[in-house]
């Protein structure tokens, strides 16, 4: 098969792209589920960006840097912030339907925000805004897409992008399928964590594909942990959006007593790394809880009607009950190097959203300006889709015949848990290198011990597992490079930051199987 732009993903950094090139050219979307399943959909709390007039772009640029402590590309936050107001309009062109006041947008606040600038649509905003994308996108007729189709591996000629091997989950086949462009974005890597807020799909198939390639992925030892998730037996780390504490809900430990002010003066609001490493030490004692009682029931039930539905589902009435939270993992800041555009280190390769990595998060994510991020760069890249018109389109290649399992070895699912659980574990909220070295045996065992059932044959949840180890093996390597503690990255064998030997990025590469680590 042959496209112009070869959309892996249908996140809202995917369908935005796919939305704008669609005016120059063909536009093919893949993704291994249902258009709709994405880590998009599941985002609560908003997005952030300049709307209102006592707010200011160069407030948003400080606190984005802020979070980032140290480590965000100043160039690439000040585009974040100043295209802002601009990605809300598209996204308003789109149909999405952002909740109102009576001045305008209703603006709530997250953590690091020095202001009220998060829109959001009750506690669904991603839903909202997935849902008005996919709209528009099945209404194109320069948009094809593909579901339950499985991006394998990107097809290479003289280093440059040319498509990819695509496939078909339903009907076990594998495609070549060409692109003047390939653009992934397949979203984030959170399903490798025994606990996270992200979906099962949720496997770093965009950066384990974007590596095997070649491309350079950076910043992979910051995993962010969201603070406030579930944490009842027998129900999911469901989100329990930070939009609560924005509204006012504050945590507090068994004894019902508040704690996060005494470990900074932002309180529920400080930034996430502080608040989850916080919560984490005090779940060693005890319980922690996030209390919104007191916002009263309509509050509760207009603004967070998702979660109270949710959280009902596990007996817990969130208008009368205390919540008891934990934190999981949640999002990466790192992933693929790109430029502004999109651009990685390999030509006609672009990449947008959770698994790309523009630099404006570092060290650590300013809450609400992921779905942000996703707009404003899916925009800006797609500027130059008529220029990417020019590319040549690659032709068929000999197939070599795929391999399916008859049967799916029982051991992909224990070998899963395994990876998940040591993961959480060793290379969780707070690390040491004598459990980092331990996980990366682990990870060259599940690598050695996949590639000999991978002789058999494969299938996706096969595919998934080595893109998770490979993913995995990224983020323990880079977080056991860096001696020191910054952002959401917390070693407790050097407690502090090290700005005089780390203000710096760690990235990796990969160039005949071989992995390289550098510094710049
Ligand atoms: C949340 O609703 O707390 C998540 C929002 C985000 O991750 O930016």
Redesign the pocket.
């Known amino acids: 098969m042959k496209t112009d732009f070869l959309v892996v993903g249908s996140g809202i950094a995917g369908l935005n792209f796919a939305l704008k090139a669609a005016k120059y050219g063909k536009v093919t979307i893949v993704t291994k589920k249902e258009i709709m399943e994405s880590n998009t959909n599941l985002?609560?709390?908003?997005i952030a960006a300049v709307t209102r007039k006592d707010d200011s772009v160069q407030l948003h640029i400080e606190d984005t840097l802020n979070v980032g402590s140290g480590l965000s590309n100043k160039r690439m936050v000040k585009i974040l912030a100043e295209q802002g107001p601009e990605a809300i309009r598209n996204l308003l062109s789109f149909g999405v339907a952002f909740d109102k006041a009576k001045n305008g947008l209703h603006l709530t606040t997250?953590g690091g925000h020095s202001m009220a600038r998060v829109l959001h649509s009750g506690?669904s905003t991603g839903k909202e805004i997935e849902h008005a994308m996919t709209e528009s996108v099945r209404e194109n007729p320069g948009i094809e897409v593909f579901e339950d189709c499985f991006a394998i591996n990107l097809i290479l000629v003289n280093k440059g992008c040319i498509g990819a091997k695509i496939l078909d989950i339903k009907k076990r086949k594998v495609h070549d399928v060409f692109a003047r462009t390939t653009i992934l974005a397949t979203g984030g890597i959170g399903y490798i964590y025994q606990n996270t807020?992200n979906p099962e799909i949720a496997t770093g198939d965009g950066i384990a594909i974007a590596l095997r390639a070649g491309a350079r992925i950076e910043d992979m030892e910051f995993v962010?942990f969201?603070p406030?998730t579930l944490n009842k037996a027998g129900a999911p780390h469901f989100?329990?959006?930070?939009?609560l504490r924005g509204e006012g809900a504050i945590l507090v430990n068994d004894m019902g007593t508040r704690f996060m002010l005494e470990y900074d003066k932002m309180g529920e609001l400080a930034p996430r790394d502080i608040i989850a490493r916080t919560i984490f030490n005090e779940l060693k004692h005890g319980s922690v809880y996030l209390d919104i009682r007191h916002k009263g029931r309509s509050f509760i039930l207009e603004r967070f009607p998702m979660i109270h539905k949710e959280c009902l589902k596990y007996d817990l009435d969130i208008t009368k009950e205390l919540i008891p939270v934990s934190p999981a993992a949640?999002?990466i800041c790192g992933g693929i190097k790109t430029n502004e555009y999109g651009e990685t280190s390999i030509s006609n390769l672009l990449a947008f959203g959770e698994c790309a990595c523009t630099g404006v998060h570092g060290a650590n994510?300013l809450?609400?300006?992921?779905?942000l991020e996703s707009v404003v760069f899916s925009s800006l890249g797609a500027q130059k889709a008529e220029q990417y018109l020019k590319n040549k389109l690659g032709t068929l290649q000999k197939q070599k015949e795929t391999v399916f399992f008859d049967i799916e070895p029982q051991e992909l699912n224990y070998l899963k848990t395994e990876l998940r659980k040591a993961l959480w574990d060793y290379v969780g909220i707070i690390r040491k290198e004598k459990q980092m070295g331990l996980m990366l045996n682990k990870l060259e065992r599940l690598k050695a011990r996949l590639a000999v059932i991978g002789k058999n044959g494969i299938n996706t949840r096969f595919l998934e597992l080595k893109n998770m180890v490979t993913v995995a093996y990224l983020v323990t390597k880079a977080a056991y490079t860096r001696t020191e503690s910054r952002g959401t990255h917390y070693r407790q064998d050097y407690p502090t930051t090290d700005n005089k030997n780390w203000l710096k990025h760690i990235y990796l590469e990969q160039t005949n199987d071989a992995l390289h680590t550098h510094c710049c």
Request: proline letters at 0%; charged letters at 15%.
């Open positions: 985002a609560q709390g908003g997250e506690d807020t962010q969201h406030t989100l329990i959006s930070e939009a949640h999002y994510r809450a609400s300006n992921s779905l």
